[in-house]
T-cell receptor
Framework: DTAVSQTPKYLVTQMGNDKSIKCEQNLGHDTMYWYKQDSKKFLKIMFSYNNKELIINETVPNRFSPKSPDKAHLNLHINSLELGDSAVYFC?????????????FGPGTRLTVT | AQSVTQLGSHVSVSEGALVLLRCNYSSSVPPYLFWYVQYPNQGLQLLLKYTSAATLVKGINGFEAEFKKSETSFHLTKPSAHMSDAAEYFCAVSEGGGSQGNLIFGKGTKLSVKP
């Protein structure tokens, strides 16, 4: 009965590869996010989707492409992986996306690019 | 643009001592403020949040925070630290004037608790 789940938990791959991280929430929330946490633990928003529509797209390289097949899923596809993409990626969801709403975070996916 | 500053990347206290983690924010609109905790190799868990109701907010695990507009601060406190409180703590502000909910995080404060 996990609220926000991510797969895989760990991902080790080589530079230049393409990989995807999946996120699912069973909370019935309308809004989902992707955050990146770097090696210094700094968390930064990457994308936000509300009801399958892109709301926020921060200054993220276009090698990163989120896809939301339905409002319960928000996947992150990364093309041509680079060393600097190594980080922990967190998915989160919230009921409506309005400021002030609690966000529920997944356990994270640790991506290591070699 | 909104921002969050957490003073002290690492705070160490003895078990039973007061915990004080500092957070200052910058916002041009009334902010929504949050404290999240991250235990090793885990995701983030909400401790408490301020959404313009009471200025003293009580959260889980005995933590509380006070919103002080005049000081633009939202410091996190706990009267008596437990070993299980050792974790990374993040202060965050909600961006936007009510239309967006993404969080702007501070750089985090690692709390160590000594026996």
């Amino acid at each position: 009965d996990t609220a926000v789940s991510q797969t895989p938990k760990y991902l080790v791959t080589q530079m230049g590869n393409d990989k995807s991280i999946k996120c699912e929430q069973n909370l019935g929330h309308d809004t989902m996010y992707w955050y990146k946490q770097d090696s210094k633990k700094f968390l930064k928003i990457m994308f936000s989707y509300n009801n399958k529509e892109l709301i926020i797209n921060e200054t993220v390289p276009n090698r990163f492409s989120p896809k939301s097949p339905d409002k319960a899923h928000l996947n992150l596809h990364i093309n041509s992986l680079e060393l600097g993409d190594s980080a922990v990626y967190f998915c989160a969801s919230t009921p409506s996306g309005l400021a002030g709403g609690q966000q529920y975070f997944g356990p994270g996916t640790r991506l290591t690019v070699t | 643009a909104q921002s969050v500053t957490q003073l002290g990347s690492h705070v160490s206290v003895s078990e039973g001592a007061l915990v004080l983690l500092r957070c200052n924010y910058s916002s041009s609109v009334p902010p929504y403020l949050f404290w999240y905790v991250q235990y090793p190799n885990q995701g983030l868990q909400l401790l408490l949040k301020y959404t313009s109701a009471a200025t003293l907010v009580k959260g889980i695990n005995g933590f509380e925070a006070e919103f002080k507009k005049s000081e633009t601060s939202f410091h996190l406190t706990k009267p008596s630290a437990h070993m299980s409180d050792a974790a990374e703590y993040f202060c965050a502000v909600s961006e936007g004037g009510g239309s967006q909910g993404n969080l702007i995080f501070g750089k985090g404060t690692k709390l160590s608790v000594k026996p």
